[in-house]
């Protein structure tokens, strides 16, 4: 049985107090095994109106993985089968309800799913409604009101645009063509390996389960008949400890799909205790002892300069998960960097600009008082990848004094596609000037390259970021309406009965990746990492050696366009 069916068969259903239980097996290794595949059955029956599966348990099924391969949730088959437990026995004939796949259009109406960040405004821009006829066919709406990921929303075939809702419908088509659930990694050799042997990784993050309340006993859990708590003051979440705990959760996510596609890991997990790291040397000296193939964390900078000080493994990748400023951390030949420093991040942008400006006209903006920091390098890049010939007529500079705007539109040109640099991550500039450029935008061709720093301002509404055409680079990028995202998810909620937030999809494509990579490579990790070029479900993984430094930095990188047309278009960066 894998770990994460093991620990909810153990502690009842609350999401909270299932991510406290799940560090339970910190200091400890978990070997997983590869599965028996199960295929469903082509035999129906109808059963008082309603259709099943007959399906035939084979040796070694659970009521889990019945489940997974047709679709539904375990209750659901406990219940069409008058079960009360999850006991099966091998050759029972399980009655499994039959899914219907969902309507997309009628005669009146194409439904569709919203994604992340959607309102009815933007999709009546999309799909060329009026406002008040999208919110008369969904009562109870506000039309600028961010719509939960999965509601679904009637457009109108009598007055939407019949193109748009064609593309709609094609890219809807081209989702149910991937598979439903989540794709198993290719099946690849384990190399140089006895048979069972499993690949080791350790994986240390601040979980600090010191700083969180749990109850004396589990026996003083009090639950209702659906296992829920009744007394939710027993259990108490530190803030600082839930991300990690999302974070870990997506990693387990990831063991039970490498344990199907045939992979063996065996995992320590250890808690740094909000990366203090006491004692200083004890977890040093488990890692010593474990001897793994990989190292996830420690999370934070001096937590991991200590760790990364006392470890002995030459071929081991150190990874650090999170966090884009490494500090003083490249002075350590394993440091390996997921996600992409600033430095990295702006060459990204200028060379993209620079390819881009070689056809249209880039308006670079200077910021009041001067560009600062890396990102304020963005034009001087981009400027340095241009040819001499070009720079002069392809890049223009306009000083703005942080009030009027008026002049930067005379400065763009109809013909050509205006290619937009802000170089600012001032929330307050970003505010008065961003607004301002949409305003005009819409009669020429503007596209603005941005930073992803700028999808966290309040002040700018997603409206203007679809009017400006804005461009921005991510490492990692959840597309909600994709059939990967929607199938993590499911499994996500079926494992811990809450939704995925941002870390759990990031723990889960960094286990995916990195513990595939060290079960294949196992000794050569570190060294095989630097000629990676993948993309993950939802993270872009290109390591390469840091100019000038030891250690490797991932400089792959997403496109995330909020095109004009009020989609959101995602395209992995080829340099």
């Known amino acids: 049985m894998d770990v994460t069916a093991k620990i909810l068969r153990f502690f009842p259903r609350d999401s909270y107090a299932l991510r406290v239980c799940l560090v339970v097996i910190m200091a400890t290794c978990v070997r997983v095994l590869p599965a028996q595949e199960i295929r469903r059955s082509a035999s129906e029956v109808v059963v008082q109106g309603k259709n099943y599966y007959l399906h035939r348990t084979g040796a070694g099924q659970t009521l889990y993985s019945i489940a997974r391969a047709y679709g539904v949730s375990e209750e659901e088959i406990k219940k069409a089968n008058g079960k009360e437990n999850d006991a099966l026995e091998t050759g029972e004939v399980l009655l499994v309800p039959r899914v219907e796949p969902r309507l997309l259009v009628d005669g009146t109406y194409y439904y569709h799913v919203a994604g992340a960040g959607e309102t009815l405004y933007v999709l009546a821009r999309r799909f060329g409604l009026r406002a008040r006829q999208i919110t008369r066919d969904n009562p109870g709406r506000g039309e600028r009101d961010a719509l939960p990921p999965g509601t679904i929303v009637k457009i109108s075939l009598e007055h939407a645009d019949r193109a748009a809702v064609a593309r709609a419908l094609q890219q809807e088509k081209a989702r149910e063509e991937e598979t439903d659930t989540l794709a198993p990694v290719p099946l690849l050799p384990l190399v140089e390996e006895p048979p069972g042997a499993p690949a080791r990784v350790s994986v240390l993050l601040p979980f600090g389960v010191d700083e969180n309340k749990l109850p004396a006993s589990l026996y003083e859990i009090e639950t209702d008949d659906r296992g829920l708590y009744l007394h939710d003051e027993r259990w108490r979440i530190s803030p600082r400890s839930e991300p990690f705990l999302e974070f870990y959760c997506g990693m387990l996510v990831a063991v039970d799909s490498l344990k199907r596609a045939g992979y063996s890991i065996a995992l320590q997990v250890l808690d740094t205790r909000q990366d203090t790291l006491p004692g200083d040397d004890l977890l040093p000296a488990a890692v010593n002892h474990f001897a793994p193939h990989l190292v996830i964390g420690p999370a934070r900078a001096d937590a991991y300069a200590r760790l990364a000080a006392r470890v002995s493994l030459p071929g081991a990748p150190l990874v650090y998960p999170l966090s884009a400023r490494a500090g003083e951390l490249w002075r350590f030949p394993n440091f390996v960097q997921v996600n992409g420093s600033s430095r990295v991040l ?91 450029i949409s305003a005009w935008a819409e009669r020429c061709r503007v596209t603005v390259v941005g930073f992803p720093e700028w999808l966290k301002f309040t002040a700018v509404d997603e409206e203007t970021l679809f009017k400006l055409n804005l461009t921005i680079f991510q490492t990692t990028h959840v597309d909600g309406e994709s059939a990967r995202a929607a199938a993590f998810a499911r499994e996500y909620r079926k494992h811990f009965h809450a939704d995925p937030s941002i870390m759990a999809y990031k723990g889960f494509d960094q286990a995916l990746f990195f513990f595939r990579h060290a079960a294949i490579h196992r000794e050569r990790s570190l060294e095989a990492l630097a000629n990676v070029d993948e993309t993950g479900l939802f993270t872009r993984f290109i390591f390469t050696p840091a100019p000038g430094r030891t250690g490797l930095e991932n400089r792959g990188f997403f496109l995330v366009n909020y095109a004009s047309s009020f989609e959101i278009k995602v395209t992995p960066l080829n340099e």
Do not use: C
């Open 346 to 436: 702006v060459d990204a942008m200028a060379r993209w600009v620079a390819r881009r400006g070689q056809e249209g006209h880039i308006l670079a903006i200077i910021p009041p008082g001067g560009a600062r920091g890396e990102e304020g390098e963005l034009v001087d890049r981009t400027r340095q990848y241009l040819s001499a010939d070009e720079e002069s007529d392809n890049l223009t500079l306009f000083h703005w004094d942080g009030l009027s705007a008026t002049t930067l539109k005379e400065l763009a040109r109809p013909e050509q596609e205006n290619i937009i640099l802000f170089p600012t991550l001032d929330e307050a500039l970003a505010s008065r000037l961003l607004p301002a």
